[in-house]
């Protein structure tokens, strides 16, 4: 089973749509948990951290269930701009320490008018 | 300095030579990590650094992988007798404690 596993899309959708992406990890110790967005030909850029109880940013709404090592991200009302890959990143953890950052191969989500 | 600074930005090189690929982290992180995208694809990881130290070097593909750091400051990974299988964008990463991972814009290698 790969560390991290995401829906590679795409997801195509209009403009107004909400829509949600998935991921799963294998690592139980993990501690740490991100999404991360890259633009085409771009470096990945943090987008939102993942907490325990479900946090909410704006249009972003991120949740993390560690009983089934499921993360899940959700955007309202898509905007053009939204249109990129969406990397969930976990770290690897070292007992406490920062470990590493496993990064999934992304969905790629497209928004039309 | 503002943000991860990575030299050079693009790098064309012929297949056999070495190449070294720099990363400048932002000040005071402790933490760098390398990573590798080739075309297309995800983000593999090569090597983490902590302070000077690697943790975990679990990622380099192969001996002709190597990556140092000098104290808490700049990293250099070298490629040696490079490899078409090689040409990629190199990421750096730096982070402190945890939080806050910065990419740099990466490095675009090209071998030919």
């Known amino acids: 089973r790969k560390e991290v596993e995401q829906d590679p899309g795409p997801f195509n959708v209009p403009e107004g749509a909400t829509v949600a992406f998935n991921c799963t990890y294998s690592?139980?110790?993990?501690?740490?948990f991100f999404w991360y967005r890259q633009d085409c030909r771009k470096e990945p850029k943090l987008l939102m951290s993942?907490?325990?109880s479900g946090n909410e940013d704006g249009r972003f709404t991120a949740q993390l269930n560690r009983a089934s090592q499921y993360i899940s991200l959700l955007i309202r009302d898509s905007k053009l701009s939204d249109s990129a890959t969406y990397l969930c990143?976990?770290?690897?953890?070292?007992?406490?320490?920062?470990?590493?950052?496993?990064f999934g191969k992304g969905t790629k989500l497209s928004v039309k008018p | 300095g503002a943000g991860v600074s990575q030299s050079p930005s693009n790098k064309v090189t012929e297949k056999g030579k070495d190449v070294e690929l720099r990363c400048d982290p932002i000040?005071?992180?402790?933490?760098l990590y390398w990573y590798r995208q080739r075309l297309g694809q995800g983000l593999e990881f090569l090597i983490y650094?902590?302070?000077?130290?690697?943790?975990?070097k679990s990622g380099l593909p192969s001996d002709r992988f190597s990556a140092e750091r000098t104290g808490e400051s700049v990293s250099t990974l070298t490629i040696q007798r490079t490899q078409q299988e090689d040409s990629a964008v190199y990421l750096c990463?730096?982070?402190?404690?945890?939080?806050?991972?910065?990419f740099g814009s990466g490095t675009r290698l090209t071998v030919v």
């Open positions: 990463a730096s982070s402190f404690l945890g939080v806050g991972y910065t």
């Open positions: 690592n139980s110790a993990s501690q740490s």
């Open positions: 993942v907490y325990s």
């Open positions: 990143v976990v770290n690897r953890g070292y007992g406490g320490s920062q470990g590493n950052l496993i």
């Open positions: 000040s005071g992180h402790t933490a």
């Open positions: 650094f902590q302070g000077n130290s690697a943790p975990d």
